[in-house]
């Protein structure tokens, strides 16, 4: 074999002809997963928060109070904002106009110059260029120095330089782009992602106005679906609305707010009446979905500050009699708490790189929690003590649920024999192959079992609703069945040196888990109920990429020998539609499936489980604290709250394909 032939034969030469130099924008075309994360829903929405961060920017700095966000009929998307506007003017080392600068080169913006942002958002620095590359269109108008200067690109490309076609006495840019279809697997923009964003954006930055409306959408009047998000109290106003259908045991949250060593500081935290621990963290308004610096610090602020409070008043004697020490986690369960700070110079970990690293700020963080935090108690003390009791109940009911969770890691670390007797196992043993199946009774349990391929596929019937875990003492969910056997079907444990509540993932032994749920009303509440109990206990098995929820289709529709499944009402619609229109027959059969167990085998594999056919919705957390809300809404006291939603959101609702 000839050294220029590799093993396979083929002719394996490797010169300077090989390497390959994409110019420009083409990186993006050619990676966009690199800049944007993915080029399906997270990635499309991404986009928007690319343009949008740059508004932001402007605010930030002072320029800019008001970001409008448009969702146009075509799907595709404007923002206005009334900063100072791009710069047009000629960009020396460029030779062009600094607006086709800033909409075609990688990292380039006013960011980049310490003088003209001290802090900026934009996860990845890649901006409103990237927005440019991966959209088949894209228009821009900026409104500065008297003048309307107007630029149009298609796939990146300018079509024209940069030309002043008008006068005008506003200030700010514009810009509209349309996602090409062609990189992008789905291009149709969710109106509550994007809205519950901007809601997040002006909890962050007080003061700012931020609205959002979907042109896709009228009402009887007309009017298209519109909301406008403002907040003068900022983090104050955003734990008010985290924990809107929540008991408090304080008054207003306590606020915390400065600069110390050159990093302004924003927290405002509130003790309520549940079991979770609600800690959400920012960067220069990135959600740090993976913590960092800043949330330890915040964490040994509070855990320090709160002790010692407690042990100078001798507030824990009961726990001393009982010999049960306290730990951080008994400090913050019931704590809902945004933290956000901002930093010149980010250095992001992490696997999403969404952990903030600078090792400076976690001292920062802590002192300032621990200075502010001393003070509250101090001129608080009937707060004060309602927050230690609350930690001692907390302390009381983890040492109850220890003993509870023990003994479901006792069954499941026994490997086969400790699996549930329920639980109709796979014969492959890789996890990456694998697949569980929790099914809604056991009639549909059994029809999964006959439908299923037993090589990659385990059934785990449940019986009826499980656990609201939003309402219940965490030993209660250690205790319920339905529980246990989903923790010992996984195969995963609770629990390191660091973090009681932390869950291993090293032994998980199906690497998709899948809700498969009736379509009507009980199935929706028990996917439901199955959600918020990943999101309180298994959050780390949404974030990795672990969860999905199965679409049976909601009719079969027969006409002879042939027969049509349909997923929506449009589909139903438009099928009938056709066979009357191919010669108005009659003789065609509508079966509407109420549940997986009307079901036959067969039919079960073909629409719903098949890997080949079937359609599965991956559950993602983009925005944690939207979803604390909606949960805490959904399965809390409140039925107002939870109507309303229902009612807001009932027309959004659809199968992703």
């Excluded at 050619?30 to 800049?35: C, E």
């Excluded at 500081?265 to 979905?289: C, F, G, K, P, R």
């Excluded at 913050?332 to 400076?360: D, H």
Aim: aromatic share 8%.
């Amino acid at each position: 074999m000839s050294d220029l032939e590799n093993i396979n034969g083929t002719n394996a030469a490797y010169t300077a002809d090989n390497i390959q130099v994409l110019e420009g924008l083409e990186a993006v075309r050619k990676r966009p997963a690199m800049y944007i994360g993915d080029i399906s829903e997270r990635g499309l929405h991404h986009l928007v928060y690319e343009v949008v961060d740059n508004s932001i920017d402007e605010a930030l700095a002072g320029f800019c109070n008001h970001i409008d966000v448009t969702i146009h009929e075509d799907n595709s998307v404007s923002v206005l904002d009334n900063g100072r506007g791009i710069p047009t003017d000629m960009h020396e080392k460029e030779k062009r106009s600094a607006l086709e600068v800033v909409l075609t080169v990688l990292h380039a913006g006013g960011k980049f110059d310490k003088g003209s942002y001290k802090v900026s958002g934009g996860l990845h620095g890649v901006g409103v260029s990237c927005v440019n590359a991966l959209s088949k269109s894209l228009t821009v108008e900026v409104y500065r120095d008297g003048k309307t200067f107007h630029q149009e690109y298609a796939y990146g490309k300018p079509l024209a330089p940069v030309q002043a076609i008008g006068t005008s006495d506003k200030h700010g840019t514009y810009i509209r782009f349309k996602p090409d279809d062609s990189i992008f697997t789905v291009t149709k923009y969710d109106y509550a992602t994007l809205a519950a964003r901007m809601r997040e954006l002006a909890f962050l930055n007080k003061g700012i106005t931020l609205t959002i409306t979907d042109e896709r959408n009228q009402d009887e009047n007309g009017a298209f679906t519109t909301e406008t998000f403002h907040s003068e109290k900022g983090l104050i106003d955003f734990i008010n609305y985290l924990d809107d259908n929540r008991n408090r045991l304080t008054g207003e949250p306590i606020y915390i707010e400065g600069e110390k060593s050159g990093v302004p500081i924003e927290i405002a935290m509130q003790y309520n009446d549940s079991y979770s621990e609600n800690l959400h963290s920012y960067v220069n308004n990135i959600n740090t979905h993976e913590g960092g610096t800043h949330l330890s610090g915040f964490r040994r602020g509070l855990t320090r500050t709160l002790k010692k409070y407690a042990e100078d008043n001798k507030l824990l004697e009961k726990l001393d009699k009982q010999k049960i020490e306290i730990n951080g986690d008994d400090f913050r369960e019931g704590l809902t708490a945004v933290i956000s700070v901002k930093v010149a110079e980010p250095q992001f970990e992490g696997q999403t790189k969404t952990k903030l690293g600078n090792s400076e700020v976690e001292g920062i963080v802590s002192q300032m929690v621990a200075e502010s935090l001393t003070n509250y108690l101090e001129e608080h003390p009937k707060e004060a003590k309602n927050i230690v009791d609350k930690v001692a109940l907390a302390a009381q009911a983890r040492h109850a649920a220890r003993k509870a969770r023990e003994l479901v890691q006792r069954k499941s670390v026994l490997g086969g024999s400790g699996l549930p007797g329920k639980l109709a196992d796979c014969s492959d043993k890789d996890p990456e192959r694998c697949e569980l199946f929790l099914v809604e009774g056991d009639s549909a349990g059994g029809t999964a079992k006959q439908g299923r391929d037993n090589r990659t596929q385990a059934i785990l019937p449940l019986r009826g609703k499980i656990l609201n875990v939003e309402k219940a003492l965490q030993h209660r969910a250690f205790e319920s069945e339905e529980i246990k056997n989903i923790y010992t079907a996984l195969g995963v444990t609770i629990g390191t040196e660091e973090d009681s509540k932390a869950l291993n993932l090293s032994k998980l032994r199906y690497h998709k888990v899948i809700i498969m749920t009736d379509a009507d009303v009980d199935g929706s509440h028990i996917a439901t109920l199955l959600l918020t109990f990943f999101f309180r206990y298994m959050r780390e098995l949404i974030e990795n990429g672990h969860v999905y929820i199965a679409t049976p289709p909601l009719y079969l529709i027969k006409k002879g020998n042939e027969h049509h499944y349909c997923w929506t009402e449009e589909e139903r619609v438009s099928i009938l539609a056709k066979y009357q229109e191919m010669g108005k027959d009659k003789n065609v059969n509508v079966q509407r499936y109420k549940g997986l167990g009307e079901m036959n085998d067969d039919q079960l594999w073909e629409t719903t489980m098949d890997p080949k056919n079937r359609m599965l919705r991956q559950v993602t957390l983009d925005n944690a604290a939207e979803a604390d809300h909606t949960f805490s809404m959904l399965m809390g006291d409140d039925v107002g709250p939870r109507r309303e939603f229902i009612e807001r959101n009932a027309k959004y609702a659809q199968i992703d394909a």
